[in-house]
Protein backbone atom coordinates (compact mmCIF):
# COMPACT_ATOMS: atom_id res chain seq x y z
CA UNK A 1 0.00 0.00 0.00
CA UNK A 2 1.52 3.28 -0.95
CA UNK A 3 0.43 6.14 0.79
CA UNK A 4 0.06 9.38 -0.68
CA UNK A 5 -0.83 11.66 1.79
CA UNK A 6 -1.63 12.05 5.58
CA UNK A 7 -3.82 14.41 8.18
CA UNK A 8 -3.91 14.38 11.95
CA UNK A 9 -7.53 15.30 13.27
CA UNK A 10 -7.31 18.67 14.95
CA UNK A 11 -7.33 16.47 18.67
CA UNK A 12 -4.38 14.77 17.55
CA UNK A 13 -6.02 11.74 17.78
CA UNK A 14 -6.50 10.19 14.67
CA UNK A 15 -4.69 9.86 11.61
CA UNK A 16 -6.42 9.94 8.38
CA UNK A 17 -4.39 8.64 5.15
CA UNK A 18 -5.17 7.82 1.33
CA UNK A 19 -3.46 5.46 -0.69
CA UNK A 20 -3.35 3.86 -3.81
CA UNK A 21 -5.58 1.50 -2.91
CA UNK A 22 -8.40 3.68 -2.90
CA UNK A 23 -10.28 3.37 0.54
CA UNK A 24 -10.07 6.44 2.81
CA UNK A 25 -8.61 4.95 6.17
CA UNK A 26 -8.94 6.15 9.79
CA UNK A 27 -6.45 5.57 12.24
CA UNK A 28 -5.73 5.36 16.34
CA UNK A 29 -2.61 7.27 16.74
CA UNK A 30 -2.72 5.83 20.13
CA UNK A 31 -2.80 1.82 19.08
CA UNK A 32 -2.15 1.99 15.05
CA UNK A 33 -5.06 0.37 14.83
CA UNK A 34 -7.28 1.44 11.90
CA UNK A 35 -10.79 2.59 12.89
CA UNK A 36 -12.92 2.73 9.88
CA UNK A 37 -12.61 2.73 5.86
CA UNK A 38 -14.42 4.98 3.37
CA UNK A 39 -14.89 3.07 0.12
CA UNK A 40 -16.17 5.56 -2.84
CA UNK A 41 -13.03 6.15 -4.99
CA UNK A 42 -12.49 4.78 -7.70
CA UNK A 43 -8.37 5.27 -7.75
CA UNK A 44 -5.54 6.75 -5.67
CA UNK A 45 -6.43 8.72 -2.87
CA UNK A 46 -4.15 11.41 -3.48
CA UNK A 47 -5.01 14.16 -0.77
CA UNK A 48 -6.75 14.05 2.39
CA UNK A 49 -7.52 16.77 5.22
CA UNK A 50 -9.95 16.95 8.36
CA UNK A 51 -12.50 20.05 8.65
CA UNK A 52 -11.05 22.25 11.66
CA UNK A 53 -13.65 20.51 14.18
CA UNK A 54 -12.48 17.14 13.17
CA UNK A 55 -16.40 15.99 11.77
CA UNK A 56 -15.43 15.61 8.32
CA UNK A 57 -12.28 14.33 6.10
CA UNK A 58 -12.09 15.18 2.70
CA UNK A 59 -10.26 13.24 0.12
CA UNK A 60 -9.16 13.93 -3.40
CA UNK A 61 -8.55 11.48 -5.92
CA UNK A 62 -7.32 10.24 -9.35
CA UNK A 63 -10.81 9.54 -10.69
CA UNK A 64 -10.91 13.57 -10.38
CA UNK A 65 -13.77 13.80 -7.25
CA UNK A 66 -13.47 15.59 -4.03
CA UNK A 67 -15.69 13.42 -1.18
CA UNK A 68 -16.45 14.81 1.89
CA UNK A 69 -16.86 11.80 4.90
CA UNK A 70 -18.58 11.41 8.00
CA UNK A 71 -15.97 10.48 10.45
CA UNK A 72 -18.77 9.08 13.06
CA UNK A 73 -21.05 6.55 10.69
CA UNK A 74 -18.21 6.56 7.96
CA UNK A 75 -21.19 7.66 5.21
CA UNK A 76 -20.34 9.49 2.30
CA UNK A 77 -21.86 13.29 2.43
CA UNK A 78 -21.17 14.72 -0.65
CA UNK A 79 -19.03 13.73 -3.56
CA UNK A 80 -17.95 16.92 -6.29
CA UNK A 81 -17.28 16.73 -9.66
CA UNK A 82 -15.81 18.85 -11.93
CA UNK A 83 -11.78 18.40 -11.86
CA UNK A 84 -10.60 17.27 -15.50
CA UNK A 85 -7.17 15.89 -13.79
CA UNK A 86 -6.42 14.42 -10.71
CA UNK A 87 -7.40 16.44 -7.58
CA UNK A 88 -4.01 16.43 -5.52
CA UNK A 89 -4.44 19.29 -2.89
CA UNK A 90 -7.57 19.42 -0.84
CA UNK A 91 -8.04 21.39 2.40
CA UNK A 92 -10.73 23.65 4.41
CA UNK A 93 -10.50 26.95 5.67
CA UNK A 94 -10.12 27.64 9.31
CA UNK A 95 -13.59 28.41 9.87
CA UNK A 96 -14.65 25.31 8.04
CA UNK A 97 -16.95 26.74 5.95
CA UNK A 98 -15.15 26.35 2.48
CA UNK A 99 -13.22 23.82 0.63
CA UNK A 100 -10.22 24.32 -1.59
CA UNK A 101 -9.03 21.17 -3.95
CA UNK A 102 -6.37 21.71 -6.72
CA UNK A 103 -4.94 19.59 -9.85
CA UNK A 104 -1.82 19.69 -11.46
CA UNK A 105 -1.39 19.28 -15.09
Known sequence: ?????VAF???GK???S??????VKL??????????SFEGHENTVRSVAFSPDGKIVASGSF?????LWDITNGKEL??????TETVH??????DGKTLASGWKR
Not at 63 to 67: A, E, G, M, P, S
Not at 89 to 94: D, G, I
Request: no cysteine; net charge negative.
Open 14 to 16: TLA
Open 78 to 83: RTFNGH
Open 63 to 67: DKQVK
Open 9 to 11: SPD
Open 18 to 23: GSRDAP
Open 27 to 36: WDIATGLELR
Open 89 to 94: AVAFSP
Open 1 to 5: MDVFS
